[in-house]
């Protein structure tokens, strides 16, 4: 009686592990002023507004969000708000 061998089970891909470490969150908006207060909890954080600059990008200096000018929408982030400024 042949013993049926059991298929190798499928190994799953390693994650690879970045040198830089896990990449911020990104989150994009369409304002060139947010403010931020986290996301409530243990990572929420005073609010501070930040100003995206001439790059379209800055990071939250609490959080560590990192904001991105994106032309065509805004991700709907917890405790980010976008600030209209006077254009
Ligand atoms: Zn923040």
């Given at each position: 009686m042949a013993r049926k061998s059991a298929p190798?089970?499928?190994?799953?891909?390693a994650p690879t592990p970045s040198a830089a470490g896990?990449?911020?969150?990104?989150?994009?908006?369409?304002a060139h002023r947010?403010?931020?207060?986290?996301?409530?909890g243990a990572l929420g954080h005073p609010r501070v507004y930040l100003d995206l600059?001439?790059?379209?990008?800055?990071?939250?200096?609490?959080?560590d969000r990192r904001?991105?000018?994106?032309?065509?929408?805004?991700?709907d982030a917890p405790g980010v708000y976008e600030v209209s400024g006077g254009h």
């Open positions: 190798p089970a499928p190994t799953p891909p896990p990449a911020p969150e990104v989150v994009r908006v369409h947010v403010a931020c207060d986290g996301v409530g600059g001439v790059d379209g990008t800055v990071d939250c200096p609490y959080c904001f991105v000018l994106d032309g065509g929408h805004g991700d």
